[in-house]
């Protein structure tokens, strides 16, 4: 069974501080896909990352990086100079297979919010 | 850039009534899912849908949830008698073949009083 474990519930900076989110997850597959999603106070969710398991390179997009480490089962989501509009809650995800049409296990989600 | 979209955004409904959620998915994808979040909680898989029929369920779709793509195009979620632990948003998502990522549309928010 796969799991998502994200652990800070809520998260307070103040603008222009970095902050770090926590993933750890849980699979039993080789193969697998985790992704992290954005929803803002309006509820849409917001895809802001995919990243495949034998793809073990962080990312960086703008002021997101993504730290991926798969002997310690994490993958992590750093904000670099926090801004009042990246408030929202975060959640990562799991995707145990290859190819399209598996389903999303969610982690319960971290409400960051950043004060101007 | 296409998208997922979802209508009704917000139905309010009796309990013990049937509602009818419906979704557009992007017009090239094959894979559909419904997904539901309590307020608050997190997000919860509830059913996918391929080659019309069900190929993946939760424990949560029991037998008062359905799903049907009547026509090519729109993709429902059917609740047959709501209940008040039904209230929550609902998104519909679908997938390409290729890419293994799910689009979410913005989400149907059921109000089950």
């Known amino acids: 069974a796969q799991k998502v474990t994200q652990a800070q519930t809520e998260i307070s900076v103040v603008e222009k501080e970095d902050v770090t989110l926590d993933c750890v997850y849980e699979t039993r597959d080789t193969t697998y896909y985790l992704f992290w999603y954005k929803q803002p106070p309006s509820g849409e969710l917001v895809f802001l990352i995919r990243?495949?398991?034998?793809?073990?390179q962080n990312e960086i997009s703008g002021r997101y990086s993504w730290n991926f480490q798969k002997s310690t089962s994490s993958f992590n989501f750093t904000i670099t100079a926090s801004q009042v509009v990246d408030s929202a809650v975060y959640f990562c995800?799991?995707?145990?297979?290859?190819?399209?049409?598996?389903?999303?296990?969610f982690g319960e989600g971290t409400q960051l919010t950043v004060n101007p | 850039e296409p998208e997922v979209t979802q209508t009704p955004s917000h139905q309010v409904t009796q309990m013990g009534q049937e509602v009818i959620l419906r979704c557009v998915p992007i017009s090239n994808h094959l894979y559909f899912y419904w997904y539901r979040q309590i307020l608050g909680q997190k997000v919860e898989f509830l059913v996918s849908?391929?080659?019309?029929?069900?190929?993946?369920k939760s424990e949560i779709f029991d037998d008062q949830f359905s799903v049907e793509r009547p026509d090519g195009s729109n993709f429902t979620l059917k609740i047959r008698s709501t209940k008040l632990e039904d209230s929550a948003m609902y998104f519909c998502?679908?997938?390409?073949?290729?890419?293994?990522?799910?689009?979410f549309g913005p989400g149907t928010r059921l109000t089950v009083l």
């Open positions: 849908f391929y080659n019309n029929e069900i190929s993946e």
């Open positions: 995800a799991l995707s145990e297979a290859e190819t399209s049409g598996s389903r999303l296990t």
């Open positions: 998502a679908s997938d390409g073949v290729r890419w293994n990522e799910q689009f």
């Open positions: 990243r495949n398991s034998f793809d073990e």
